[in-house]
């Protein structure tokens, strides 16, 4: 039998690799997380049990080593030449016009095209098979060695795959962060208040220049290869394109949108083709880039300086342009939110001029250190918002001014508050800001709220838009005359309307509390307060010491209550409402305390034989407050069928766990 450990830890290498290979460069992965972290764990758990079994090619070693004092230089055997730019169709015309003058050839020649990627370029050098070291560009003949960093990249391949490999294969291509990866890093970096990176590029050669190689693996980093430097004698190939698809075929990562194109029109085709679909890719590219196919025709087109005659990038029109940030202005969205927005001198931004970007909130702007009268850094990518990246803090004048946000609303007035863990910033007088009016209408009609039939939001629209309502309380006044007036409205919908508003009057304490739209006061929040208060005025002038009493309520949630309350035009709408006529019956003290199951807090979970509606609403009846999270103060678990997660957490914690004829004990 031999080793058996050795041998499963040689299994487990192999079958990861494989696995690796399939999600990082097919994007097609062969088994679930799960299976793969179980197979990772026993390796690495074999790995520590035995160290004479440790591999520096294993998968379990794609975290990092200790830090680098400094970078060494890696002297290019074959250089890494740049690529001459062409910024017009013109230009690209001259190209073609030249490799075709220099082979000699009138008929159209076969280029390779493929996206011109905005990362950094690498060189991995590969020896039977194996990676020994990894460079960057540097000055095109010296780089510096990031071998270190590089192995800590899944998408790179440790030894290659497949049969034919050569001795010697030096690999280049371009290492970089795809966008979804950019945004979950910044938004890290945000969270633990660090500074963000401008975009993607700069993100990835930052990672890839960390001397602390364990930084690196924690990056979400990836490689497309195009080309290759030194190769042994006895790799051979006709054509580039030929080349790249035996790379993939050795487990390196290709471009799967590389293709052959026929002579200059397909080359302006296929530029038009990827840059319709640009702002789709998981990634970004700045260009194209055009290789004569033939590597025949390639040698005899030799070089020029430092760039290949038998290559182009066509360069797409810049996404990031530096210019004046004027003013910063201030706008309320229609759920409240508070949006800086940069005012700028007029620029022209990937093809469009470019006047105002957003700055998102305070915090980015405290963290950006951006300033009134700072250059800028502004991106624009397709449809997206632009948006300022950075500033040039060595060309910032004397009189640049610190932005102060307003602490009232700039459309109405009310104060602004702000969650203690978020970075937005809300105007609190939701029933009267102008710029809330159609969203807090809509709340205030919805089934769970108010439940006017009817009341659509198309209809809302042409309410707020005609200057018919200006506050939930308007809806009161309206004639059916006014409503049958309105696009798509007769006069039967009119007369229904009126009489939906009619009986919508009569209403309950905790329905009334949860159409008025406060922060984070859902129906369940809402349906506690009117229990604890029992009156809408004991709410109203409750401070935040009694609210916190209310089961349930956090100072967060007290926070939003006390504020919505002390706004003057909150108050007054509300008085208008309640002049309106609506009402509710009268609460009685406590309504639940002779109740059974009074006091007992009830998880429902799993697949039961009636709605959980229906049983939620029968146990609430009998007293009992149903959560929808198992905690420690939960006191029965009602579990149906494919309880899941909930019950192995309620049995962890030693919660009671109940099935349905438990309900039949209470008569429910």
């Known amino acids: 039998m031999g080793d058996a450990p050795a041998n499963r830890a040689a299994e487990l290498r192999e079958l990861l690799e494989r696995y690796n290979h399939a999600y990082y460069v097919l994007d097609d992965p062969l088994v679930p997380d799960a299976e793969y972290d179980r197979l990772f764990n026993e390796l690495k758990d074999l790995e520590q049990a035995r160290p004479e079994l440790a591999d520096p090619d294993s998968p379990t070693q794609r975290v990092g080593a200790k830090p680098l004092d400094a970078f060494s230089q890696v002297a290019h055997r074959v250089p890494m030449l740049s690529l001459e730019n062409a910024f017009s169709d013109d230009e690209l015309v001259d190209f073609d016009r030249r490799v075709r003058e220099r082979l000699n050839t009138p008929g159209p020649i076969t280029y390779c095209a493929e996206p011109k990627l905005d990362g950094l370029a690498v060189s991995l050098r590969y020896e039977s098979g194996a990676l020994v070291q990894a460079a960057t560009r540097g000055d095109g003949a010296t780089g510096e060695d990031i071998t270190h960093n590089i192995r800590t990249i899944r998408a790179i391949p440790l030894r290659l795959r497949g049969a034919g490999v050569p001795a010697i294969l030096e690999v280049r291509g371009e290492v970089y962060m795809p966008r979804d990866g950019f945004e979950r890093l910044n938004e890290k970096r945000r969270n633990q208040d660090q500074k963000t990176f401008a975009n993607p590029r700069n993100a990835a050669a930052g990672s890839l220049r960390q001397l602390d190689s364990r930084i690196t693996a924690e990056r979400p980093l990836t490689m497309y290869c195009y080309g290759v430097g030194e190769v042994s004698d006895e790799f051979t190939a006709s054509r580039y394109s030929e080349l790249i698809q035996r790379l993939g075929e050795w487990g390196l990562r290709i471009s799967p949108l590389m293709e052959p194109i026929e002579g200059l029109q397909g080359c302006i085709d296929y530029y038009n083709r990827l840059a319709e679909q640009r702002d789709g890719l998981d990634y970004d590219i700045d260009g194209i880039v055009y290789k004569v196919d033939d590597l025949d025709q390639q040698r005899r087109l030799g070089f020029v300086s430092r760039a290949p005659r038998w290559a182009i990038a066509r360069k797409f029109p810049a996404q990031e342009q530096l210019t004046r940030l004027l003013a910063i202005d201030v706008q309320v969205g229609r759920t409240g939110t508070l949006t800086p927005v940069a005012r700028l001198e007029p620029v022209e931004v990937a093809g469009v001029t ?193 609210l916190i009493a209310v089961p349930d309520v ?72 149903v959560t929808g999270s198992v905690s420690k103060k939960t006191d029965y678990l009602l579990a149906g069928e494919e309880a899941g997660s909930k019950r192995d957490k309620a049995e962890k914690l030693g919660v009671e766990i109940v099935g349905e004829g438990w309900l039949g004990e209470w008569g429910a």
Not at 516 to 528: D, H, M, N, S
Not at 566 to 574: W, Y
């Open 554 to 625: 956090g100072p967060i949630v007290a926070d939003h209550v006390h504020t919505f309350f002390r706004q003057p035009h909150n108050l007054e709408v509300v008085q208008q409402l309640l002049a309106a006529g609506i009402h509710w019956p009268e609460i009685p003290q406590d309504p639940a305390a002779d109740q059974p199951l009074a006091g007992k807090t009830i998880v429902i979970t799993g697949t039961l034989s009636r709605p959980r509606n229906e049983i939620k609403e029968q146990l609430e009846a009998l007293g009992a407050k």
């Open 354 to 546: 470019v006047t105002n970007a957003t700055l998102h909130n305070e915090d980015e702007i405290r963290r950006k250190d951006v300033r009134i009268g700072d250059l800028v850094v502004v991106r624009r990518a397709g449809d997206v918002i632009p948006q300022i990246v950075g500033v040039a803090p060595d060309r910032r004048p004397d009189d640049a001014q610190t932005f102060v946000f307003p602490d009232h609303c700039p459309e109405c007035g009310s104060d602004v508050i702000r969650d203690s863990d978020q970075a937005v910033v809300r105007c609190s007088g939701g029933l009267f800001c102008p710029a809330q009016r159609k969203e807090a209408i809509k709340h205030f009609a919805s089934r769970r709220a108010m439940d006017i039939d009817g009341l659509g939001d198309k209809l809302v629209a042409q309410l707020v838009e005609r200057e018919l309502i200006h506050s939930p309380a308007d809806l009161y006044a309206l004639s059916a005359e006014q409503l049958a007036g309105l696009e798509r409205m007769g006069e039967k919908s009119a007369h229904n309307l009126v009489a939906a508003l009619e009986k919508s009057k009569q209403t309950t304490l905790e329905r009334f509390l949860f159409a008025l739209g406060i922060r984070e006061v859902g129906e369940t929040t809402a349906k506690t307060l009117a229990k604890h208060f029992r009156d809408l005025k004991a709410v109203e002038t409750a401070d935040q010491e009694a």
